[in-house]
Structure formats: C-alpha cells, structure tokens
C-alpha cells in the first residue's frame, strides 16, 4: 500500500458530491495511514520553484556568515548547525540528525500582546546576504496557511467537530517551519537524516524533494518511501489532530535517510494552534485511544528546550514526538 493520493479541486464548491467524496477520500487517509499527497492544493507551481531555488542558497554560505544566524537558547529563530541537535530522548544512545536547517515561526506583529506568553513568539530573522528570502518563504507560508484551513475545515466537518471553533484556536498560532539541508548519505547503509517521530502539530505539509528519502511507516511496522506526483503537495497528521479526533486520524512515524550522493532539501510547515489551546478529544475517541491532554504552549516550549542535548526533559512526562518514550 502506497500514500493515497487525493486531488482537493473540488473542495472549492462546498455541498457538491464531488466535494464530498473528496473529503472522504482525504479521511480514508487520515484514518489509514494518516499520510496523503494532494493535488488542487492552491500552492501554485511558480512558488514551488523558488522555494526549492532558495533552498540550497541558504546552506550555501560560509560558517561565519552562518554563525551570525544561528539560534540560541534566547532565541528558536535561525540556523541550526549540522548534527547539532538529538532527539529528545538523552539516552546517551541516540546520535544526532543529520540535517542543518534554518527555524522559522509564524510573523508574530511587534504590538500583539502574546508575545509576553511565549519566547516561540517574535519577528524571525532574514540574513542580509539572502534577498528576497523573506517574499520566497512568506509567499509559501501565506499558501501553506491557506491549505492547512482547507484540510482542517473539512476533516472537522467530516468528524462532527466544528470547523469554526477549531479555526479559531490559530488566529495567534505557534506554526512554524524549518528549511532543511541533510548532506549525501553514504553509498551503502543508510544515514538517518531525521530518527523516527511524530509530529507535534495539527497537520504537516511538505513539498517533497525529488531525490526522495522520506520514510513512512505502515500500520504493520514496515517503512515504506513517500513517492508522489511531483506536483503534489505531502501532507501527514500530526498527534494534535489525532488527540482532537479521539484517534479516528492517526499521527505515524516517519524519518528521513538520504540513500543518495546528492543534498536533499526540505521545508516542512507545522500547523501548530495557540499557546494557550490545550488539545483533548473533541469527539468520542474511538475504542482503545487514550492519550492525556497537550497543553501546546508548555510542550511546545519542552520541545525547543530538550533539543539542547545539556537539557533534560522535565518529569512532566510530555511525549515529545520521538518514539519510544
């Protein structure tokens, strides 16, 4: 079984069977394998194209220029250095990712009072040898925004929740980004780009990379490689919408491996809801589904603190998207 592929152009006439039977297809995904490409997804091509343009320019600067951007504990906002950060774990046992990547978060306007709640809150930083990296990356984020509502709407419609109070839990959100480069894997073995997880998130989207390396894996434990149309946009659920939905959408590990001698690149967005939103059914769960409440703020926070491998997870016991815990 491969990842479903599902085309949204229907979604536009809301009541019509057409737009229907799309949501049910995207539902027999979500409620699968909890992983689809979509096509019609409204993100036009010429964006796609200047996003994977900008990409390498990004990792392509020096490491003094890259230093001058990096992040810091004060400050989730910039580049992350190759191999820096571990999965959440700090079981002397895990080796770091290889990735470096640049971290980005919704445009948080410099009078909005919720920057008082969270240091994930503020302005992101746009390195000065990059022009028109703000208008690239903006550009994708403003369409990414616009399908992650689509998605959002019509899964909630489709599962008895309403779709307005749930859109209004992202009017001041925690969504965020992160342009990523994972360097050639070896020739033989595999080198894990990304270890398996979960997203903390409501739903993910990525445009994916032609050189390919993202693994899913199904309901019978075997990793199987994302392949979709080149045009399609991926989309996978994220433990928020699995906790809202009482576990009829599954959130499923994923990793990246690099197979290949070439860079990979990536820009994964992350539909992530308010500080303040604590995530908990909204429906019957279906049988057998327990997981306790996601206050988002304070995992959201652990999640940033906890991938400094000095710190250690708090005893508050908060899954943090690696498996195994």
């Given at each position: ?215 899913v894996q199904g309901r019978d434990g075997r990793w199987m490689e994302a392949v979709g149309p080149p045009e399609a946009l991926l989309v996978n659920v994220g433990d928020l919408l699995e906790l809202w939905s009482g576990g009829r959408f599954v959130s499923t590990p994923h990793r990246v491996v690099n197979r290949t001698d ?45 991938n400094w491998p000095d710190e250690d997870p708090s005893e508050a016991g908060y899954h943090l998207g690696t498996l195994g815990e």
């Amino acid at each position: 079984m491969g990842i479903p592929v599902v085309d949204l152009d229907s979604l536009s006439g809301w009541g019509e069977a057409s737009a229907s039977g799309t949501v049910a297809d995207l539902v027999e995904a979500f409620s699968g394998i909890g992983f689809a490409f979509v096509t019609g997804h409204g993100v036009g091509l010429e964006t796609l194209a200047a996003l994977q343009d900008l990409l390498p320019r990004v990792f392509a600067a020096d490491q003094d220029t890259k230093s001058r951007w990096q992040i810091d504990r004060e400050n989730y906002r910039g580049y992350i250095p190759l191999e820096f950060f571990t999965p959440n774990r700090h079981d002397g046992t895990s080796p770091p990712d290889s990735y470096e990547g640049f971290k980005l978060h919704w445009e948080c306007p410099d009078d909005h009072p919720i920057r008082d709640e969270c240091p994930l809150y503020g302005s992101n930083r746009w390195p000065d040898h990059l022009p028109g990296m703000a208008e690239v990356v903006l550009e994708y984020w403003v369409g990414c925004d616009r399908l992650s509502a689509t998605l959002l709407e019509a899964l909630a419609d489709a599962s008895g929740i309403d779709p307005t109070a749930l859109l209004a839990l992202f009017d001041a959100p925690l969504t965020n980004m992160t342009l990523l480069h994972y360097p050639p894997g070896p020739p033989t073995g595999e080198s894990l780009g990304i270890h398996p997880h979960k997203d903390i998130s409501a739903v993910t989207i990525l445009h994916p990379d032609p050189a390919g390396g993202l693994d899913v894996q199904g309901r019978d434990g075997r990793w199987m490689e994302a392949v979709g149309p080149p045009e399609a946009l991926l989309v996978n659920v994220g433990d928020l919408l699995e906790l809202w939905s009482g576990g009829r959408f599954v959130s499923t590990p994923h990793r990246v491996v690099n197979r290949t001698d070439n860079d990979r690149y990536s820009a994964p967005y992350f539909a992530v809801p308010n500080h303040g939103v604590v995530v908990e059914p909204l429906v019957e769960p279906v049988p057998g589904f327990r997981r306790d409440p996601i206050p988002v703020g304070e995992v959201s926070a652990e999640v940033w603190r906890t991938n400094w491998p000095d710190e250690d997870p708090s005893e508050a016991g908060y899954h943090l998207g690696t498996l195994g815990e």
